[in-house]
């Protein structure tokens, strides 16, 4: 289990940072096809990105952000604790690395199809050097009119006091497009990851907004495969938690042992069913919606 | 990718775990070539990827000659859970003294592995209560702890011996091959006291495939899922009439759940992930038009990542070609989403602000068509 960690100190900082709200981010990948769109569509939403890295393209620059051949040359220009990292699954490892030992303390993953190894090695990594990932497979982090490292588009999510934390990229903008539409803003919307292993699991991410009074409610957007909601049920009864939650699972009519375009997807008996995730929740009285439209209502009764 | 018995078997021999001595036939002159050479009695198994094969009779012994060739017969054209096998392992029986339970898998929610030992081996480990399950490192996995989960079990000496040497090996296979669960139920262990793995059960990592050559023959997939593959889609045939097409896993299963919920029957599952363009969407509408079964399309699409005026694009040009001609109920919301209805209107696409409204109209068309 990780130290207490303070992601909001890290994306936004406090008022008397000089760079609050504008946090400098390094992108790892920023000159290929997918690490390019999004860099643009970051920058578009004020996500201030000193410094790109491309090996063997160190010197190059990317629509004025300066490229480096690594993040360990990156860092001996810029003072940055954030990557949004978009290499390829093969690279992750390596670029996590680099990452880790030039001193980036946010590690945003987006790749899909890292291979397990390489995920576990990874995160015992960054753990080892007081680090936290984020993915991978994950659309990334959001804080609403702040910034955001990732995928994610920007319209479903507005400025509020909801915390989205979902194992789905695209439920996590569905949800919060929802949430939006009815009036109820996000503080920070986070993606776990749709992989069997996660750098930042759902009770981390619930750990990350616990004592911050300015989140008042919780969405969990689960879905088959794993035990992650299962493990998050025991720690919202054994901390007492307290924010209102509202679930949702996908995947109550998925076979089983078919994996489900997720590589985490995968029921095997009862283990990473939805009906063990369902009951779970329903067992400490926090209500499953059935459709993510529904999710407001639901959230908004729970809130009165 | 979940191996074949057979496979996980040849994988056991490969890191010297003890199996019994066994062929495989895939048809009646196989057999033939084989007979001569076994020493009977010895049991046919149905190699198939789905499990409960032993309740389903998917596994037969034969203890004279005779019994054989109809025996062999009777597992070819056997269906189990929609499933044939496409070859019969052979196996001569052995002497057993009694089963144990030993599986190593990647324990996700801990993120590390766990190892399950039972003295109750044999069968489904589920409902067996005396189990051990631990924490384990695959790559510190030292001969003490080994030896101290066979001392668990209450297994000692010669036994105790070739037990903790399948745990170590075991070990080593899942973590030079990747593997995300490699069971042996049951490891039986034989009147001499050795131990011998009489099942197999290993899952590799998919998305390490890339590092293991040796494995790529092991890969047994349909041409509409290889076709899928490469590109870049995720897709599951399933039982049902309607295809679900979407952006996201999550997203499409939750249609999945929805279509479900509305009496409705998916019939395929397809992810077409975050970097489809024209060209790909158009591809997976073609994936989709191989499956006959399917009456009718839904599309559900949050755009931001992918442009949903290209998703419309697709779909024109799929019906211009005379690719599909089933309808398609299509949600279509995010960026470029006024312009890809505007571009539809005219099609035999019916497009809809919401995924509800789109699957009601859907499953009332199925409805109408019996």
């Given at each position: 289990m990780y130290k207490k960690f303070d992601i909001f100190d890290i994306l936004v900082g406090k008022a008397e940072d000089p760079d609050y709200g504008n946090k400098p981010v390094v992108i790892q990948g920023i000159t290929g096809n997918f690490g390019s769109v999004h860099t643009r569509?970051?920058?578009?939403?004020?996500?201030?990105?000193?410094?790109?890295?491309?090996?063997?393209?160190?010197?190059?620059?990317?629509?004025?952000?300066?490229?480096?051949?690594?993040?360990?040359?990156?860092?001996?220009n810029f003072n940055v604790q954030i990557s949004g990292i978009f290499v390829p699954a093969q690279f992750f490892l390596s670029a996590i690395k680099d990452a880790v030992n030039s001193g980036i303390k946010l590690l945003v993953a987006i790749p899909e199809h890292v291979p397990v190894r390489d995920a576990m090695e990874s995160l015992e990594y960054a753990q080892s050097n007081n680090a936290r990932i984020i993915g991978p497979n994950t659309p990334g982090v959001i804080v609403p009119s702040v910034n955001k490292i990732g995928i994610m588009p920007s319209q479903p999510f507005k400025k509020g006091n909801t915390a989205v934390f979902s194992r789905s990229g695209t439920l996590m903008y569905e949800v919060s497009f929802h949430l939006s539409r009815a009036g109820i803003g996000q503080k920070i919307a986070l993606g776990i990851g749709g992989d069997p292993i996660n750098g930042t699991n759902l009770i981390e991410a619930f750990d990350l907004i616990s004592d911050r009074d300015e989140v008042d409610s919780v969405v969990v957007v689960g879905e088959i495969g794993g035990d992650a909601e299962e493990s998050l049920v025991q720690y919202i009864e054994k901390t007492g938690f307290s924010k209102p939650v509202v679930a949702y699972v996908a995947g109550r009519s998925a076979p089983k042992e078919k994996r489900m375009g997720h590589a985490g997807a995968i029921v095997y008996g009862n283990y990473g069913s939805a009906e063990s995730k369902i009951s779970s929740f329903s067992r400490v009285n926090i209500p499953v919606a059935k459709r993510p439209a529904e999710i407001p209502s639901i959230l908004l009764k729970l809130m009165k | 990718m979940k191996l074949l018995e057979y496979q996980g078997k040849e994988l056991f021999t490969e890191y010297e775990i003890a199996i019994p001595k066994s062929y495989l036939a895939k048809n009646h002159s196989e057999l033939s070539q084989v007979a001569d050479k076994l020493r009977l009695p010895v049991v046919l198994k149905s190699q198939l990827t789905?499990?409960?094969?032993?309740?389903?009779?998917?596994?037969?012994?034969?203890?004279?000659?005779?019994?054989?060739?109809?025996?062999?017969?009777?597992?070819l054209n056997k269906e189990v859970k929609g499933e044939y096998?496409?070859?019969?392992?052979?196996?001569?029986?052995?002497?057993?003294?009694?089963?144990?339970?030993?599986?190593?898998?990647?324990?996700?929610?801990?993120?590390?592995?766990?190892?399950?030992?039972?003295a109750e081996g044999g069968m489904d480990i589920e409902s067996v209560e005396n189990k051990v399950i631990q924490d384990i490192s695959i790559t510190g996995l030292t001969q003490a702890i080994a030896e101290s989960i066979g001392k668990n079990l209450g297994i000692s000496g010669v036994t105790a011996e070739s037990f903790s040497n399948i745990v170590i090996k075991l070990a080593k296979l899942v973590r030079e091959k990747e593997a995300e669960l490699a069971?042996?139920?049951?490891v039986a262990i034989l009147r001499d006291g050795t131990c011998l793995a009489l099942d197999?059960?290993?899952?590799?990592?998919?998305?390490?495939?890339?590092?293991?050559?040796?494995?790529?023959?092991?890969?047994q997939i349909s041409e509409l899922q290889e076709q899928a593959e490469k590109s870049g889609f995720s897709f599951v045939e399933l039982d049902g009439?309607?295809?679900?097409?979407?952006?996201?896993?999550?997203?499409?299963?939750?249609?999945?759940?929805?279509?479900?919920?509305?009496?409705?029957k998916p019939g395929a599952f397809l992810d077409f992930g975050g970097r489809a363009t024209t060209e790909t969407i158009y591809k997976a509408l073609e994936v989709i038009s191989k499956l006959k079964k399917v009456k009718a399309i839904l599309v559900n699409l949050f755009g931001g990542i992918v442009r949903t005026d290209l998703v419309a694009q697709a779909i024109l040009d799929a019906y211009k070609d005379g690719m599909i001609s089933v309808p398609i109920y299509a949600r279509i919301s995010g960026a470029e989403s006024d312009?890809?209805?505007?571009m539809l209107s005219n099609s035999n696409a019916k497009l809809f602000d919401t995924v509800e409204e789109a699957i009601s109209s859907l499953v009332q068309y199925i409805g109408l068509s019996k």
């Open positions: 569509l970051m920058r578009e939403y004020g996500t201030n990105i000193v410094a790109g890295v491309t090996p063997n393209k160190g010197g190059q620059s990317f629509e004025g952000i300066p490229v480096f051949d690594s993040v360990k040359d990156a860092s001996k | 789905v499990g409960g094969r032993g309740k389903a009779g998917a596994i037969l012994k034969c203890m004279k000659k005779e019994e054989l060739e109809p025996k062999f017969t009777e597992l096998p496409s070859v019969i392992l052979i196996e001569e029986a052995v002497d057993i003294y009694k089963e144990l339970y030993l599986s190593l898998f990647l324990n996700r929610g801990k993120r590390t592995y766990s190892l399950i030992s039972s069971e042996i139920n049951p197999a059960k290993i899952i590799i990592d998919d998305n390490s495939i890339f590092r293991h050559p040796e494995l790529t023959k092991y890969i009439n309607i295809a679900i097409i979407g952006n996201g896993a999550g997203l499409v299963m939750s249609t999945l759940d929805i279509v479900n919920d509305a009496g409705g312009k890809a209805k505007q």
